[in-house]
């Protein structure tokens, strides 16, 4: 049943996610959370791994969809010989219950429908009990149970752990059929199907209008920035702040290879990133959530952090495959966790700590235990910032001295340093700038590559990296450095028809880093960083290019992936992914800075908040 992966679209309630084709078919769906087993599977294997499809009878793909402005609502319209139809999508954010909403109306002449569900749990391979009565349809298997209801009579068939539904909507009627979840030991029916579609849709859109509202960037990218937030926001686990990398595993980054990963998870590294990102586009409420979740998840362990985490905080993720998924487009092995949580992945540190400086920058109320989070983190890293790592890309190679990393450890110190300014404690400053110097040092001397002309991916090596791209971002050196513009130049050698590579698959000795069989496309995020540095040293025009070059392969509804195949013209890896829309939103504004004569993010700006923000954290014990 594959579809491309750019014929996705996403709805969902901050809580679990649901990918829906152009062809009206939920081939995606994890209940009651995004990293809960599948009940919808067909998007990595066929129709027998569970999907749920409302359209036309008989029809193929839509006409066109689009989602209502400003909102995760989602309307596809199909027009046909006997009339056309809209079916209106979208998960209200959760209450009790995970429920999808599909709203069938007739917009001219009389269009028969159908509605097939097939759920099958526990990641595509358990076929459920299932059971009619007047008003509903369960399904149920183990601790999972599904009900189906209608707002009209429907004439319902099916066989085996399949219900299939056919009605007529003619010319201003409507249809609403409603999925909800609940534990299979619970027998009353769901609150959410006793509630009029009518109200959640309008609530459901009221919540989202709102949010959008707060959005503070007012640029000529405006509409693409606001649907790369609103997917952002969708990425986020409501209870406890948490946000996962994508909501979708083993989409491949090859098609038919074994780079296929599980992005269900909470990330440090895109987490803070997804923050950082939100904080700047004047949504405060999220990073105050998160910095709670991050205070809970590395509770008891903070020297030693993990590069990644589950949606409570959890700790063990462990990977295994799933044999009876047959894989997307024929992709071996379909994974569940992530061996990632393994790693050793040193820039983390820095990543956190600079997302704590933005937030402390931003206003954002902080505990008394971040300062005590800060010390630790810093005296971690004065011990093993010289440690080699798996690095930004997690290469299941062996461990090297990445050049970002150790750059990450410079920002991890420059940051702290400053928060100890702004909050009036210095009594370890000292031995923090030292090591600050020092990584300084060492990264313009063993990271830079005078025959290239450019900083590399790794000492001793002579690859490139397009993590590189970030070093005037970060503040490490001035985007005017001869040192910077030269990497600049140099990152056209990661270019494939306008998009860049992460790093290139040939190389030997410390130049073969990756660990895995097979190649992958260019990254979307790379190609969002040339676009960053390009500005950045004043070549605003070829900067627009390669933005607007990237916008122009999101899909119909404004999602991009991990990757982007040229030959292929099509998106490859995990959807959506919030790498990829973190990186657009950050572009925008980086185009903005650029435009109006700033680089950089002024890490050097003094906080006009500091008084304020520091009477609001007590010194800790």
């Known amino acids: ?52 499809r409302v359209s036309p009878a008989g029809a193929g793909l839509c006409t066109h969809r689009a989602y209502r402005a400003g909102t995760l609502v989602l309307d596809t319209v199909w027009d046909t010989p006997s009339g056309t139809v809209r079916v209106t999508d979208f998960m209200p954010p959760r209450a009790v219950s995970p429920c999808i909403v599909r709203m069938v109306e007739g917009l001219s002449g009389s269009v028969p429908m159908r509605s097939e569900l097939k759920p099958r749990f526990h990641q595509g391979r358990v076929v459920p009990w299932v059971r009619t009565s007047e008003r509903f349809t369960v399904a149920t298997a183990g601790p999972d149970s599904t009900w189906l209801g209608t707002d009209s009579p429907v004439q319902v068939s099916g066989g085996p752990g399949l219900t299939v539904g056919d009605f007529t909507v003619s010319a201003g009627r409507q249809m609403t059929l409603q999925l909800v979840w609940a534990p299979s030991h619970l027998l009353d029916v769901p609150s959410a199907l006793l509630t009029p579609a009518a109200t959640m849709l309008a609530q459901t859109t009221g919540f989202w209008r709102r949010w959008v509202s707060r959005c503070q960037y007012q640029g000529p990218w405006r509409d693409s920035v606001v649907r790369s937030l609103i997917t952002l926001k969708a990425l986020i686990y409501a209870p406890t702040g948490s946000v996962v990398a994508a909501p979708t595993t083993s989409l491949p980054e090859q098609l038919g290879g074994e780079r296929n990963w599980d992005y269900r998870h909470c990330w440090l590294r895109d987490s803070t990133l997804a923050l950082s990102c939100l904080l700047r586009s004047g949504y405060r409420e999220e990073a105050t959530a998160w910095l709670d979740w991050l205070l809970r998840a590395t509770a008891g362990g903070l020297s030693g952090l993990q590069s990644v985490y589950g949606l409570g905080g959890e700790r063990l993720l462990p990977e295994t495959e799933a044999p009876w998924l047959p894989g997307y487009e024929g992709s071996r092995p379909v994974r569940f966790g992530n061996a990632a949580v393994e790693q050793y992945q040193l820039d983390v540190y820095g990543e956190v700590l600079d997302t704590l400086y933005w937030s402390l920058r931003s206003g954002v109320s902080l505990q008394p235990r971040i300062w005590s989070l800060v010390k630790v983190l810093m ?49 370890t400053s000292r031995e923090w700038r030292a090591m600050k110097d020092t990584v300084h040092r060492e990264v313009c001397r063993e990271g830079w590559d005078g025959g290239r002309g450019s900083f590399v991916q790794a000492y001793g090596g002579t690859a490139l990296d397009a993590s590189a791209l970030l070093i005037p971002g970060l ?38 880093v990756d660990g895995m069989p097979g190649s992958e496309c260019p990254f979307v995020a790379c190609s969002l960083w040339y676009a960053d540095a390009l500005a950045a040293t004043g070549d605003l025009d070829e900067a627009q290019t390669v933005f607007e070059r990237v916008l122009g392969v999101r899909n119909d509804v ?18 959506p992914q919030a790498f990829s829309h973190i990186s657009l939103v950050e572009t925008a504004f980086a185009m903005q800075r650029a435009s109006n004569g700033h680089t950089g993010r002024d890490v050097d700006e003094r906080s006009p908040l500091r008084t304020a923000v520091s009477s609001s954290m007590p010194e800790s014990p």
Not at 484 to 502: P, S
């Open 379 to 427: 005296g971690y890293l004065l011990v093993h910032w010289r440690d080699p790592d798996q690095g930004l890309w997690e290469v299941r190679g062996p461990r090297r001295h990445f050049v970002h990393s150790k750059v990450m450890s410079w920002v991890a110190a420059d940051r702290a340093l400053r928060m100890g300014e702004m909050l009036g404690r210095n009594g």
């Open 475 to 512: 503040g490490f050196l001035p985007a005017g450095d001869a040192r910077v513009r030269g990497t600049v130049r140099a990152m056209r050698a990661l270019d494939r028809d306008g998009f860049l590579y992460r790093y290139r698959h040939t190389g030997a000795g410390v130049d073969r």
């Open 1 to 52: 049943m594959n579809e491309n992966i750019e014929d996705y679209a996403l709805i969902g309630d901050l809580e679990t996610a649901a990918m829906i084709g152009r062809d009206g078919s939920i081939d995606w769906l994890c209940l009651p959370r995004f990293d809960s087993p599948a009940c919808f599977a067909a998007l990595l294997g066929t129709g027998e791994n569970g999907f749920w």
């Open 558 to 575: 404004g999602l991009l992936s991990e990757q982007w195949d040229p030959a292929g013209r099509r998106q490859l890896g995990n959807a």
